[in-house]
């Protein structure tokens, strides 16, 4: 693989300035340290954000810094105050956080956030394309650069493009609230690869493309026209030896070299043994569930009275997003709430909570993660969650226990935790009980688990996976693009064209001349193809057959005036030009009433579904059903059918969004080699796009030229990729 970059919405490095002098300080977060990791090994660079805006530097000092910055590899996008406001503050943080967040009564509306989100995410992409070349691949992050993957591809299709999101996606009942949500899923669409955390993200999202873009999705592909793009979930993992090895020499310190904060832990548990202290960290946000934390503590007290002057919840609350409104009113109801539980189980020598509203080094971070015996995790949404993994990777002494939410991401790895209802405020209270007076054989036991599977899918494994499938993903889609017609072969093809005297053409028509409309009666040549086809029928040397599933009566209208064949109904009838209707295979139709009522039940139970009726075949169309309800149906309907068809010579198709039982013994292949039959054609050409082209590509022989439209396998020799490509080489062929 060539160069890997990274598109993040902040640089690795935070910049100070002292003195005039300029100091790269280097993040020492989770993602920080596994992209390292990645754009150092795959001489790639990281585009993002320096963290400063514009507007506070003079000329001579950005320079300085954009020059230190380029020593680490860094390309920096520059924004001005207004645009960090709007686009940081603003839309990502107003708007998509509470949406992700199902906090959907706090999302901001305001279309001036949008606007300027919209452009900022332009400015990120407008240096990503800057910095890539031929052959390179880029890693996108966050839900602050939704947009950043499809403004890459369509302006350089061949790079290859890998896109994860560090919060929850959310289920489509929610995001359908956002007026933008198309445009959200069209940006993250330009990715060949979209990870999430969870397998929950995953079908939350692969759910909203189903039914805002009504795209095939078949496991964790989805199949839009010209590319397939591979959804999967990569639950991020933590730098588990750091927090190991910082664990163990905190343990080794001498007592002068120790923190004040680990001397105070210290003198807490000296004062009696049976001193429990609980841990709670984050970010003060109100999608970590905080004052429901502090309420449980308080109805633990409450309810496990003998408690009261033995436990302390050590509180860490990291400000965040201080001028967001809801985060000040967040920060009001916490201070009260902790006011509120000192004062009620507080004494001269207790204070039950003890409250840090600040950042804290990491050494004390370590310090808390090993002297606290609970570690209460309970957010009411988390896309991860990486303080739980912290916790677990510093207990070096294998004891502690986790109460998790089962709202949090890492819940799903983490079975072995005491899993909680962030909103049951009894069940966490009766949780606190549990995990302080469990036994601690338990506890190692249930640690033993956790840190195997912490320690072994760390954050350099969860980065390796990553760009793994992402070098899978271009296999993929190379193996796609390699029956595409090229110039090479459309030279190749025109010039047999030419130097042929007699052809034979076979054209699909939905989803090969035309696209696919919601009403199959909608799906009228336009003035576009009438003039191609015009052009094809009028060289003498051709004959052109449109060869359909469709029902006669739509075509013959819809082609009057051209001198054309139609074989329609799969192969059952034909009409030659300026001749009758003939049946080219003995079909009958005295199966359809038993048949019939079984498509109506299933009619009556999917809205938006019908029947449509053709001379030898009942089609059940789904392709106006509610997505996911259609195709459940769509498979039930197939069982069934596939009972009920034993006794009569019948067959099931399945294809774009229908499915058709008609009567057996002819396809589009059998009906194609009849046609052909007795004739001297030395130019043979067939074109179509779902599966049930692929018995025509099947039984034409090898000489014959067959092209599938769009990428998936097929029997075809080469591929175009959708009805423009079609029409276009239609023309060029004509011409
Ligand atoms: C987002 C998603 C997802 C906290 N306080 C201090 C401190 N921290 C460090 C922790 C941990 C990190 O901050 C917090 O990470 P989380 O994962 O818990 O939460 P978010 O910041 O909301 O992150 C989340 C994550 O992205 C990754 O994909 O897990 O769901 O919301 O590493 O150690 N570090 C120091 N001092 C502190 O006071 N030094």
Known sequence: MNRIHIVSNRLPVSINIENDNIELIPSVGGLATGMRSVYKQYNGKWIGWPGLPNDDLNDELALRIEEKLVEEDCVSVHLSKEEV??????????????????????IDYDPALWDAFVSVNQKFADKALETLEEGDTIWIHDYQLLLVPEMIKSKKP???????????????EVFRILPWRKELIEGMLGADLIGFHTFDYQRHFC????????????????????????????????DY??????????????????????RELEKYFMVSPDRKLILSIDRLDYSKGIPNRLRAFSKFLEEYPEFIGKVTLIMLAVPSRGTVEHYINLKKEVDELVGRVNGKFGSVNYTPVWYFYRSLPFENLIELYSSCDVA?????RDGMNLVAKEYVASRTNRTGVMILSEMAGVAKEMGEAIIINPNNIKEIADAINQALTMPLDEQRERMVFLQDRIKRYDVFKWASEFVKSLSKVEEIQNSLYAKKI????????KSKYKASKKRSIFLDYDGTLTGFKKNPNDAKPDEELHKILYKLEEDPKNTVTIISGRDRESLEKWFEGHKINLIVEHGVWIKKYQKEWKMLSNATDTWKPSIRPSLESFVDRTPGSFIEEKNYSLVWHFRKAEPEQGELRANELKDELTTMIANHNLEILEGNKVIEVKSGGINKGIAALQFLQNQDFDFIFAIGDDWTDEYMFKELPDSCHTIKVGLKHTAAKYKVESVNSVRKLLIELSE
């Open 241 to 262: 030896d750091k927090f190991r090895e910082a664990s163990i020499q905190t343990f080794q310190k001498p007592l002068q070299e120790k923190s004040k904060l680990h």
């Open 486 to 493: 090229n110039s090479k072969i459309m030279e190749s093809l």
């Open 158 to 172: 061949e790079v290859t493009v890998g896109f994860f999101l560090h919060i929850p996606f959310p289920s489509f």
């Open 207 to 238: 759910s909203s493309v189903r039914r805002l873009m009504g795209y095939e999705i078949s496991f964790n592909e989805i199949h839009i026209e010209d590319r397939i793009i591979i959804v999967d979930s990569f639950p991020m993992g933590i």
């Open 85 to 106: 406001d709007l686009y940081y503050d603003g839309f990502s943080n107003r708007t998509i956080w509470p949406l992700f967040h199902y906090f959907a009564q706090y």
């Open 376 to 380: 209460l995790v309970t957010p009411v």
